[in-house]
């Protein structure tokens, strides 16, 4: 006999069904009827990053992750435009968050696992009174402590009311067009909105790349990344959830990165946290290793292939265990010079000293690690070679 389903939760079938149903009848209707202006369009997309960065930048990367700390003007800020988002208050929604990265892909803990499907974690999850949705914030005691946080948490009706129908109301009469300016602003643009943060969910689990870990069902991909004001390179967050960023190289499509940067050189962000790269690297590397060794286990080897990945497995063990040691060492050396009589000024040019040299010692081991890498490459693309039939 098959399980029946948890009763249906009334208030998010209206707004996650209801509304996209009233956008697509009511958008097109008015639009031939009356038409959009350009300066329309225009403010429903600022609308529209400023609900959606607010979301990335505020509710995951700053609260649910703590990868940087934030000036209380720029956490209002986030509190006020990720209100608009109308996706929960900031305390409910990265509780919820944390209990997803602590429980990945589990289909009793993670609340959207995408074990139990690309609808259910798309937003199937929130249309049921599932009892992984149940709140519970012991995973989240940091965030009750915030004054900001939980003000908002107590007024959110009130300011996801002001931020979705009176911001928009307002600006419609400012350009003469309440009307169409509700329907743009307002409806269209928080579908959207909606949408483009439930792929982070769904698709990001299901359709993509997985360089960094194979651990769990997190993707990167670019054009998530490029609906998703960044969090398209959901492999990497998922690996090294702490760092600010999601794109880690300059080309990567990551505008929260870029705003939280832009932020911290205006004094609004501050103790962004970088995951080292030798550890981005490491990480790189032992997921093509796993790669290889399954690629070889399903092909007839001579021997040879095997052998080559075993030596390159012996020098990147080296490597980790270098890494290790220039650690330790510079533990030991901290120690050392806090404990002489010269006190904090002699710390202070021994540490800039270490890190000099580690920092020349590490670019060595990363660049060793790079060629590592494209080494891996050739030898894994010679057996899907050798294994394709004759």
């Given at each position: 006999?098959?399980?029946?389903?948890p009763p249906?939760?009334?208030?998010?079938?209206?707004?996650?069904?209801?509304l996209?149903?009233?956008?697509l009848?009511?958008?097109?209707?008015?639009?031939?009827?009356?038409?959009?202006?350009?300066?329309?369009?225009?403010?429903?997309?600022?609308?529209?990053?400023?609900?959606?960065m607010?979301?990335?930048?505020?509710?995951?990367?700053?609260?649910?992750?703590?990868?940087?700390?934030?000036h209380?003007?720029l956490?209002?800020?986030?509190?006020?435009?990720?209100a608009?988002?109308?996706q929960?208050?900031?305390?409910?929604?990265?509780?919820?968050?944390?209990?997803?990265?602590?429980?990945?892909?589990?289909?009793d803990k993670?609340?959207?696992?995408?074990?139990?499907?690309l609808?259910?974690?798309h937003?199937?999850?929130?249309?049921?009174?599932?009892?992984?949705?149940?709140?519970?914030?012991?995973?989240?005691?940091?965030?009750?402590?915030?004054?900001?946080?939980?003000?908002?948490?107590?007024?959110?009706?009130?300011?996801?009311?002001?931020?979705?129908?009176?911001?928009?109301?307002?600006?419609?009469?400012?350009?003469?067009?309440?009307?169409?300016?509700l329907?743009?602003?307002?409806?269209?643009?928080?579908?959207?909105?909606?949408h483009?943060?439930?792929?982070?969910?769904?698709?990001a689990?299901?359709?993509?790349?997985?360089?960094?870990?194979?651990?769990?069902?997190?993707?990167?991909n670019?054009?998530?990344?490029?609906?998703?004001?960044?969090?398209?390179?959901?492999?990497?967050?998922?690996l090294?959830?702490?760092?600010?960023?999601?794109g880690i190289?300059?080309?990567?499509?990551?505008p929260?990165?870029?705003?939280?940067?832009?932020?911290?050189?205006?004094?609004?962000?501050?103790?962004?946290?970088?995951?080292?790269?030798?550890?981005?690297?490491?990480?790189?590397?032992?997921?093509?290793?796993?790669?290889?060794?399954?690629?070889?286990?399903?092909?007839?080897?001579?021997?040879?292939?095997?052998?080559?990945?075993e030596?390159?497995?012996?020098?990147?063990?080296?490597?980790?265990n270098?890494?290790?040691?220039?650690?330790?060492?510079?533990?030991?050396?901290?120690?050392?010079?806090?404990?002489?009589?010269?006190?904090?000024?002699?710390?202070?040019l021994?540490?800039k000293?270490?890190?000099?040299?580690?920092?020349?010692?590490?670019?060595a081991?990363?660049?060793?690690?790079?060629?590592?890498?494209?080494?891996?490459?050739?030898?894994?693309?010679?057996?899907?070679?050798?294994?394709?039939?004759?």
């Amino acid at each position: 006999m098959s399980k029946s389903l948890p009763p249906l939760n009334p208030i998010n079938v209206s707004i996650f069904v209801g509304l996209p149903i009233a956008a697509l009848i009511l958008v097109p209707a008015w639009g031939i009827y009356h038409g959009f202006s350009v300066a329309q369009w225009l403010w429903a997309l600022a609308f529209l990053y400023l609900n959606g960065m607010s979301i990335t930048g505020g509710y995951h990367r700053l609260w649910s992750h703590k990868a940087y700390e934030a000036h209380p003007a720029l956490k209002w800020f986030f509190a006020l435009w990720g209100a608009g988002a109308l996706q929960n208050s900031i305390l409910i929604w990265s509780s919820d968050h944390r209990r997803h990265h602590r429980h990945v892909d589990d289909n009793d803990k993670d609340p959207y696992s995408a074990g139990r499907g690309l609808w259910f974690s798309h937003m199937g999850w929130m249309l049921r009174e599932y009892r992984s949705n149940e709140p519970d914030f012991r995973n989240a005691t940091d965030l009750q402590a915030d004054p900001i946080v939980m003000f908002q948490h107590r007024h959110y009706i009130a300011l996801t009311v002001l931020m979705n129908v009176g911001a928009p109301l307002l600006l419609g009469l400012a350009l003469g067009d309440v009307i169409g300016t509700l329907l743009l602003v307002g409806l269209l643009r928080l579908v959207v909105n909606h949408h483009f943060t439930f792929f982070i969910n769904s698709l990001a689990h299901f359709w993509g790349r997985r360089p960094y870990t194979e651990e769990n069902s997190a993707r990167d991909n670019d054009l998530l990344a490029f609906l998703t004001y960044g969090e398209g390179y959901h492999n990497f967050h998922h690996l090294f959830a702490r760092d600010y960023r999601n794109g880690i190289r300059w080309w990567h499509w990551d505008p929260t990165k870029w705003m939280i940067n832009l932020c911290s050189r205006l004094g609004l962000a501050s103790n962004l946290h970088r995951e080292p790269n030798f550890r981005i690297q490491r990480a790189i590397l032992d997921t093509q290793f796993r790669k290889a060794r399954t690629a070889l286990a399903s092909t007839r080897d001579d021997g040879s292939l095997l052998g080559a990945l075993e030596r390159e497995y012996q020098l990147y063990k080296e490597s980790i265990n270098t890494w290790a040691s220039l650690q330790a060492e510079r533990v030991e050396r901290k120690k050392s010079a806090l404990g002489d009589a010269l006190g904090e000024k002699k710390l202070q040019l021994a540490d800039k000293w270490e890190k000099a040299a580690l920092r020349t010692k590490l670019q060595a081991l990363e660049y060793s690690m790079l060629m590592q890498r494209k080494r891996l490459e050739l030898l894994i693309a010679q057996v899907r070679l050798q294994s394709q039939p004759a």
